[in-house]
């Protein structure tokens, strides 16, 4: 019964996050107020944030499958690692996208170098870019596994920074919209961000999903080809 709710947990995730997606779009377009300063294009904000966020939480989720690795020794967190550090460059590469749309319209150029929040998220988005680099330079192994692991344990301390710094920026396309006294929006531009961070985070989930599936699949499939080589 087990194993048969575990195949069918990703079609169900993936007809969840579709419709939260269409949710999200609607409640953007419907519900979220138009900005009066930034007009139609403010609603930008409600993809792009809940899509860094998202980075952000893969990047953590691969962060303790690596901590596994290192503490528990368990061999297929290596993999849940590898996959949740690639969705988390996957939707770092959006981020970068839809800042830099945001940015030209808001200011007139695709980049400033002189943001920091914008910096620092390059750095961190690379850190993670660099992460391949390093797993496909080692033979597969335990030894491949360490060290990937270390290298994705490093990477969690620059997501606080990264974050940090759009708190700390006083640029007028991230304002601080999470103060101590709660979020600084509105009903309807709260309702609409929280529906579409969940949306993005079922989507980046049914992602991972069908990823982690294909690549152990392919892990099995080599397997049974080394044996019948034999």
């Known amino acids: 019964m087990t194993r048969a709710l575990r195949q069918q947990r990703l079609p169900i995730l993936a007809v969840v996050a579709c419709a939260l997606m269409a949710a999200a779009i609607a409640s953007i377009a419907y519900v979220a107020p138009v900005d009066a300063n930034q007009g139609l294009s403010q609603k930008i ?26 503490w528990k020794r368990d061999e297929a967190a290596d993999l849940e690692s590898y996959v949740a550090i690639h969705q988390g460059v996957i939707f770092g590469v959006l981020t970068l996208v839809t800042g830099s749309i945001w940015a030209k319209i808001s200011w007139g150029v695709w980049w400033a170098w002189s943001s920091n929040q914008l910096v620092l998220f390059l750095v961190l988005f690379l850190f993670y870019a660099a992460y391949f680099m390093l797993r496909y330079s080692v033979d597969p192994g335990p030894q491949r596994a360490n060290l990937c ?38 009903g309807r531009m709260f309702f609409a961000f929280c529906l579409s961070w969940a949306a993005m985070l079922a989507l980046a989930a049914s992602l991972y999903h069908v990823e982690l599936a294909g690549k152990r699949l392919d892990s099995r499939l080599r397997e049974l080809r080394e044996v019948l080589a034999r």
């Open 45 to 70: 904000f409600y993809f792009h944030v809940p899509i860094a966020l998202t980075a952000y939480a893969f990047f953590a989720w691969g962060a303790w499958k690596a901590l596994r690795v290192l």
């Open 149 to 186: 692991a270390v290298y994705a344990l490093f990477g969690v301390a620059l997501i606080p920074v990264s974050f940090l710094a759009i708190r700390l920026a006083n640029d007028f396309i991230h304002p601080t919209v999470f103060t101590s006294n709660g979020p600084q929006m509105s």
